[in-house]
């Protein structure tokens, strides 16, 4: 199992970014899938999950973020838009598969 993000960067107040994690070893459309963020000096958060099509946000970001899945492409996204600096994080792509998948992180900075 393997799980790599992509997608991160700098973009100031207000813009957007799509976050991808690539899966491999699995396929994602039979298990949850999660997004989590952990900023500097804070305990890492769920963000975002999605599971037989069925979302769940964390109230943060409800309303400006949407957790999709590709199943062709085996991948998951994080469209992330309005974005605010309180966004400043890494964020993790996860799944449990008998025990818990962590990808190695994408850094997104909102910053002007």
């Known amino acids: 199992v393997q799980l790599v993000e992509s997608g991160g960067g700098l973009v100031q107040p207000g813009g957007s970014l799509r976050l991808s994690c690539a899966a491999s070893?699995?396929?994602?459309?039979?298990?949850?899938m999660r997004w989590y963020r952990q900023a500097p000096g804070k305990q890492r958060e769920l963000v975002a999950a999605?599971?037989?099509?069925?979302?769940t946000y964390a109230d943060a970001v409800k309303g400006r973020f949407t957790i999709s899945r590709d199943n062709a492409k085996n991948t998951v996204y994080l469209q992330m838009n309005s974005l605010k600096s309180d966004d400043t994080a890494v964020y993790y792509c996860?799944?449990?598969?008998?025990?818990?998948?962590w990808g190695q992180g994408t850094q997104v900075t909102v910053s002007s």
């Open positions: 070893g699995f396929t994602v459309s039979s298990y949850v």
């Open positions: 996860n799944t449990d598969i008998w025990r818990a998948y």
């Open positions: 999605i599971s037989s099509g069925v979302t």
